[in-house]
């Protein structure tokens, strides 16, 4: 049986790297990835003997702004009720962070909607907010593409 467990901890750079290549999401260099994870407010990772399989982090304030990231789990341990644990130990965080007022958001990638709907994330437009945007001129990944 496989023995994956929660960690509320960053993951080291090198980790940090190769899981994102893992998911083909492209290659970031040393600098962008410690910057990365030192902006993150909320980090758990799922580990499995030691090794990094899933992560889940939020960037923000801690308190008014939170923009969730980096919900992964590795490919060979997907359907198995990770990706429910990692999000429902991001809720449970966002509960206890936010103030009143906070704006919670994500970008899904397309047709990852209906996982979020599981753990309490709804569809813009919803509540005050309208359609949301992004902005066209981001950079795209190097040598990855999000899938
Ligand atoms: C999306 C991801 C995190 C899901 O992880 P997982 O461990 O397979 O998810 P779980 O097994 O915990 O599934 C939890 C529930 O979500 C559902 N679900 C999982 N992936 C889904 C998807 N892509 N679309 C719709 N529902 C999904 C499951 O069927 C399950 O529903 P149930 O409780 O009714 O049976 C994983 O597939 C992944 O890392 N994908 C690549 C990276 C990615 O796309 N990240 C999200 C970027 S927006």
Redesign the pocket.
């Known amino acids: 049986m496989t023995n994956v467990v929660l960690v509320e901890e960053t993951p080291t750079v090198a980790e940090y790297i190769s899981l994102r290549q893992a ?1 083909g999401w492209g290659t970031i260099d040393e600098a962008t990835a410690r910057r990365t994870l030192d902006g993150a407010c909320f980090s758990a990772c799922l580990r499995c003997e030691g090794r990094l399989v899933g992560l889940v982090r939020a960037i923000g304030d801690g308190c008014l702004y939170f923009a969730v990231s980096d ?3 590795s490919s060979e ?8 644990t990692l999000l429902n130990a991001l809720g449970e965080y966002l509960r206890r962070a936010a103030k009143p007022g906070a704006s919670i958001t994500l970008q ?2 397309v ?2 909607e ?2 979020y709907e ?1 753990f309490g994330w709804v569809r813009c437009p919803g509540g005050p907010f309208g359609s949301g945007m992004v902005f066209k001129d981001a950079p795209p990944p190097i040598d990855g593409q999000f899938v």
């Open positions: 998911m919900v992964m789990v341990l997907r359907g198995g009720g990770h990706g429910a899904p990638l047709g990852r209906p996982f599981k």
